[in-house]
T-cell receptor, first 113, second 112 residues
Framework: GAGVSQSPRYKVAKRGQDVALRCDPI?????LFWYQQALGQGPEFLTY????????KSGLPSDRFFAERPEGSVSTLKIQRTQQEDSAVYLC???????????FGPGTRLLVL | AQSVTQPDIHITVSEGASLELRCNYS??????LFWYVQSPGQGLQLLLK??????LVQGIKGFEAEFKRSQSSFNLRKPSVHWSDAAEYFC??????????FGAGTTVTVRA
């Protein structure tokens, strides 16, 4: 595809459920990022991959959040035992290299009831 | 602490009028600076970026931004807005080479 794609676009989960959010970066992009955007706020950095290596996970809010990119392409952000405060839009971005322009996907809007 | 501040939560402007969105940053050193636009249901689109050099940066869709080191500012401008410019605008900074820090955003409404 021409851009970053994310699925699902919308997800409703009951509190305590596990969810998995998928990101397909632009083909060939080495760097992949996850951000969390709460309602009325700017995105906040969660984690960064270079190929399959997770080089920075300093923004993950708790150990319930886990991200992986096993083959250096598609990435999955998993949230275990979801809480209401996890409700947000989760944005994925990719770039050809770290420091280059980050291209964002449309996001997954997660609502935890 | 490193931060990006957008003082204006919401701006309303008439179509054809000029637009200026403010952005201030607080970093120990000059970061890389960016402006993104987000339309409803869409991802963030990069309008322009400043790394170094000329302090007046031209971007897409007729936008420009001026970096002022003395004021720690990176304000976005457009001489004449179009109805399609209604969106949310985010200023962002990166001191490292990858981790973007965003302001809270400014919502722009364009009235006919």
């Amino acid at each position: 595809g021409a851009g970053v794609s994310q699925s699902p676009r919308y997800k409703v989960a009951k509190r305590g459920q596990d969810v998995a959010l998928r990101c397909d970066p632009i083909s060939g992009h080495v760097s992949l990022f996850w951000y969390q955007q709460a309602l009325g706020q700017g995105p906040e950095f969660l984690t960064y991959f270079q190929n399959e290596a997770q080089l920075d996970k300093s923004g993950l809010p708790s150990d319930r959040f886990f991200a992986e990119r096993p083959e250096g392409s598609v990435s999955t952000l998993k949230i275990q035992r979801t809480q209401q405060e996890d409700s947000a839009v989760y944005l994925c971005a990719s770039s050809s290299l770290a420091g280059e322009t980050q291209y964002f996907g449309p996001g997954t809007r997660l609502l935890v009831l | 602490a490193q931060s990006v501040t957008q003082p204006d939560i919401h701006i309303t402007v008439s179509e054809g009028a000029s637009l200026e969105l403010r952005c201030n940053y607080s970093y120990g050193a000059t970061p890389y600076l960016f402006w993104y636009v987000q339309s409803p249901g869409q991802g963030l689109q990069l309008l322009l970026k400043y790394f170094s050099g000329d302090t007046l940066v031209q971007g897409i869709k007729g936008f420009e931004a001026e970096f002022k080191r003395s004021q720690s500012s990176f304000n976005l401008r457009k001489p004449s807005v179009h109805w399609s410019d209604a969106a949310e605008y985010f200023c962002a900074a990166a001191l490292n080479d990858y981790k973007l820090s965003f302001g809270a955003g400014t919502t722009v409404t364009v009235r006919a």
